[in-house]
């Protein structure tokens, strides 16, 4: 078994330039499970050597693999911390220190659903009290077509389920959805939302790049970095909470997937509030990878 997965991994390479090395080893098989399901493959063998003879079918196994499921204010209990205490917190925090910008990085933010709620939590503290504040958030993601669609702000009404009435008034305007989405309602973000955000490709995974090149020195004042980490094996998830780590202000926010929560306290961060997904880093980071 183990042998044919290392068939399936080099062929991916060979054919697509994909490493897929870092996957965790039983998500990987799921997906090859469900491609072999899908394609009637009886056996792992048959599986191999059917990539080896469809290309269209190594692109299939691949795009199983890169789950890029969103939708606005997500995990709704995490989002729920976010509007009524980290970030009126951080607001405050940056009153009393004087400072005028507030610098987020939501990384792993497929087609833009995750950087452009927490632009909609910022954009109504900043009107409601009236701040003299600017605020950057610095999405990316390794997918590069994820980020395109995410720059267009086009969004089929599925996506929009946790959306109040009065957010989708404010921020989204309907648009003839047949030119996107086909018979699908689709709805487009408002420009002065777009603002707040800088879309770059950027892989968490690899060993270089420390952070987003837009953002410079990365000093983030919070870190999103939601439903992505799980489907690496451990010794990628730790070179990714590193690289987290090392661009965080110290006593920042780092906001994680409900399934993500384990692994990220095994990594020295507090929760903050009992199973929110929402940390912050008072200790001195340690580098597990190491
Ligand atoms: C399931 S989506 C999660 C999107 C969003 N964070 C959320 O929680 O709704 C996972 C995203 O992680 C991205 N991703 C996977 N591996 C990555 C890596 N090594 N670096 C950056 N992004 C990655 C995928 O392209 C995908 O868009």
Same mark, same amino acid.
């Given at each position: 078994?183990?042998?044919?997965?290392?068939?399936?991994?080099?062929?991916?390479?060979?054919?697509?330039?994909?490493?897929?090395?870092g996957?965790?080893?039983?998500?990987?098989?799921?997906?090859?499970?469900?491609?072999?399901?899908?394609?009637?493959?009886?056996?792992?063998?048959?599986?191999?050597?059917?990539?080896k003879?469809?290309?269209?079918?190594?692109?299939?196994?691949?795009?199983?693999?890169?789950?890029?499921?969103?939708?606005?204010?997500?995990?709704?209990?995490?989002?729920?911390?976010?509007?009524?205490?980290?970030?009126?917190?951080?607001?405050?925090?940056?009153?009393?220190?004087?400072?005028?910008?507030?610098?987020?990085?939501?990384?792993?933010?497929a087609?833009?659903?995750?950087?452009?709620?927490?632009?909609?939590l910022?954009?109504?503290?900043?009107?409601? @009290?009236?701040?003299?504040?600017?605020?950057?958030?610095?999405?990316?993601?390794?997918?590069?077509?994820?980020?395109?669609?995410?720059?267009?702000?086009?969004?089929?009404?599925?996506?929009?389920?946790?959306?109040?009435?009065?957010?989708?008034?404010?921020?989204?305007?309907?648009?003839?959805?047949?030119?996107?989405?086909? @018979?699908?309602e689709?709805?487009?973000?408002?420009?002065d939302?777009?603002?707040?955000?800088?879309?770059?490709?950027?892989?968490?995974?690899?060993?270089?790049?420390?952070?987003?090149?837009?953002?410079?020195?990365?000093?983030?004042?919070?870190?999103?970095?939601?439903?992505?980490?799980?489907?690496?094996?451990?010794?990628?998830?730790?070179?990714?909470?590193?690289?987290?780590?090392?661009?965080?202000?110290?006593?920042?926010?780092?906001?994680?997937?409900?399934?993500?929560?384990?692994?990220?306290?095994?990594n020295?961060?507090?929760?903050?509030?009992?199973?929110?997904?929402?940390?912050?880093?008072?200790?001195?980071?340690?580098?597990?990878? @190491?």
């Amino acid at each position: 078994m183990n042998n044919g997965v290392a068939v399936i991994r080099d062929l991916l390479f060979q054919f697509n330039g994909i490493d897929t090395n870092g996957f965790e080893e039983a998500f990987f098989m799921k997906c090859v499970q469900n491609r072999m399901s899908k394609t009637s493959s009886n056996s792992l063998n048959g599986y191999c050597n059917l990539l080896k003879s469809n290309k269209e079918e190594t692109h299939s196994l691949v795009n199983s693999l890169n789950n890029t499921f969103s939708e606005f204010f997500r995990n709704t209990l995490t989002f729920a911390y976010l509007e009524q205490i980290v970030l009126p917190s951080l607001i405050e925090k940056k009153r009393k220190e004087k400072q005028k910008e507030i610098r987020i990085w939501s990384a792993a933010c497929a087609s833009g659903q995750e950087p452009y709620s927490i632009a909609i939590l910022i954009d109504e503290l900043i009107r409601i @009290h009236h701040l003299d504040l600017s605020c950057r958030i610095f999405a990316t993601d390794i997918n590069q077509s994820e980020l395109e669609i995410a720059k267009k702000g086009i969004y089929q009404v599925s996506s929009l389920g946790k959306v109040n009435i009065n957010r989708l008034n404010t921020y989204f305007t309907r648009v003839n959805q047949m030119e996107y989405y086909g @018979h699908f309602e689709a709805y487009a973000i408002s420009s002065d939302l777009k603002q707040y955000i800088d879309f770059s490709v950027f892989d968490l995974a690899s060993e270089e790049g420390a952070c987003p090149q837009a953002s410079i020195y990365g000093n983030f004042d919070m870190i999103i970095c939601s439903n992505v980490l799980f489907y690496y094996k451990p010794e990628y998830r730790y070179r990714m909470l590193a690289k987290i780590g090392n661009c965080l202000n110290s006593n920042a926010w780092l906001i994680t997937g409900e399934a993500e929560r384990e692994i990220v306290k095994e990594n020295n961060y507090t929760e903050e509030f009992f199973s929110s997904g929402i940390f912050r880093n008072f200790k001195p980071y340690e580098n597990k990878s @190491h």
